[in-house]
Every structure is written in structure tokens, then in C-alpha cells.
T-cell receptor, first 115, second 115 residues
Framework: GAGVSQSPSNKVTEKGKDVELRCDPISGHTALYWYRQSLGQGLEFLIY????????KSGLPSDRFSAERTGGSVSTLTIQRTQQEDSAVYLCASSSRGGRQETQYFGPGTRLLVL | ELKVEQNPLFLSMQEGKNYTIYCNYS?????LYWYRQDPGKSLESLFV?????AVKQEGRLMASLDTKARLSTLHITAAVHDLSATYFC???????????????FGQGTILTVHP
């Protein structure tokens, strides 16, 4: 079956612009996660959605970052007024939450470059 | 704050040799994951370890978990070139009870297997 998909695969933007990154989780998965991977910071948790519960936003690095998940499926991560330090690969993952062995399945990522 | 440390960070091996990657973490958790990442690709799930003493094997890779020592190992047996990749361990930041799936990753171990 289809895995986690993300778009765009690459994004180049100018400092100060807003960007939107999209994630389509595996069908039927109720949990969705965003992570960021950069050379300096490694892999970092950003935000977590589970069903209709309030998202865990504890990993968002600043108030320029926000995310939403519509209809319990697709999620959009928005970065406002981008800065050069936002350049990274943004990874989305989903899990089924159907059992204790809750593997997170990762998408291919969006490579963001802020000039 | 949960810290996850891997060592070594770089590992150059000859084909046919054995080696172990170590993953130490700083707080109680009974859920540990190993992922593989090929250059330019996303994360592929290898193992999920859910209890003290858990051992899982797939091909030339074997992972174990010692929750008392807060240590997981990934053992490579008779390495082959196809195992060249970066390997990450990740720990669920919420210990026991209900997991929220907020993973904290190690720095990654870059494994290169030479003929």
C-alpha cells in the first residue's frame, strides 16, 4: 500500500517568506508526527497529532512554526518569515496507534533551503 | 531532558567482520527503536524493542534492549556492503504507560562497509 507522502520534495525560498509543507499519512493512521533533520541539530521532534486530541506542540522551535491537521488526515506545517536556520529536511511520520508496537513510518521528507 | 547518545558516530568496517553500535539513554523508557537511513532517503524502521531483555534479529542485524542499564545494542554480523548506511536509535520520551510517540533520536552512526 501507499506510504507516507510529502510535498514538495524540495523547496527553495527567500528569507522572510512563508512556506507550507504538506504531509499525507498512511491511510487509517491516526497519529501523525513532524520532525526536522539538520546537520547541526540532528533529528528533532516538532509536533504530534493524535486523533481529535489537542496536538503536542512542545517541539516547535518558535512561534513562526505552526501545523494543522484537517479531517484527521492531511497535515500542513507552516513556517512564517523563514530564516536561514530553518533550512533542513522536514520529515513527516505516521503510526496506526492500533497496538503497543507502534512503529512510526516516515515519509521521504521535504528539503527546505532558505536563502 | 531525555538524552540519547550513540557510539561510535563513524564506523568503517571490512566485509565479513562483526561490530556493535551502542545506544545509551538518560531516562527510564521501555520502548526503543532502530532506524536505517540511506543517503538522500528517509528513515526505514528496523526494530522496535518493547521490554527489558528484548532481542530481535533480521538478517545480519540483531538488536537488544537492557532497560536497567538504559542501553540498546545493534550488532552487525559478517558485514556486507549493502549494510552501509546511517543507523539511528530513538527512544520514546514518555516512559511506561501510554506512549505519546515523541521520539528522541541519537546522533546517528554512519556505517561504511568496505570490500
Amino acid at each position: 500500500g501507499a506510504g507516507v507522502s510529502q510535498s514538495p520534495s524540495n523547496k527553495v525560498t527567500e528569507k522572510g517568506k512563508d512556506v507550507e509543507l504538506r504531509c499525507d499519512p498512511i491511510s487509517g493512521h491516526t497519529a501523525l508526527y513532524w520532525y526536522r533533520q539538520s546537520l547541526g541539530q540532528g533529528l528533532e521532534f516538532l509536533i504530534y497529532f493524535q486523533g481529535n486530541s489537542a496536538p503536542d506542540k512542545s517541539g516547535l522551535p518558535s512561534d513562526r512554526f505552526s501545523a494543522e491537521r484537517t479531517g484527521g488526515s492531511v497535515s500542513t506545517l507552516t513556517i512564517q518569515r523563514t530564516q536561514q536556520e530553518d533550512s533542513a529536511v522536514y520529515l513527516c511520520a505516521s503510526s496506526s496507534r492500533g497496538g503497543r508496537q507502534e512503529t512510526q513510518y516516515f515519509g521521504p521528507g521535504t528539503r527546505l533551503l532558505v536563502l | 531532558e531525555l538524552k540519547v547518545e550513540q557510539n561510535p558516530l563513524f564506523l568503517s568496517m571490512q566485509e565479513g567482520k562483526n561490530y556493535t553500535i551502542y545506544c545509551n539513554y538518560s531516562t527510564t523508557s521501555d520502548r526503543l527503536y532502530w532506524y536505517r537511513q540511506d543517503p538522500g532517503k528517509s528513515l526505514e524502521s528496523l526494530f522496535v524493542l518493547l521490554s527489558n531483555g528484548a532481542v530481535k534479529q533480521e538478517g545480519r542485524l540483531m538488536a537488544s534492549l537492557d532497560t536497567k542499564a538504559r542501553l540498546s545494542t545493534l550488532h552487525i554480523t559478517a558485514a556486507v556492503h549493502d549494510l552501509s548506511a546511517t543507523y539511528f536509535c530513538a527512544v520514546d520520551a514518555n516512559a511506561g504507560g501510554t506512549s505519546y510517540g515523541k521520539l528522541t533520536f541519537g546522533q546517528g552512526t554512519i556505517l561504511t562497509v568496505h570490500p
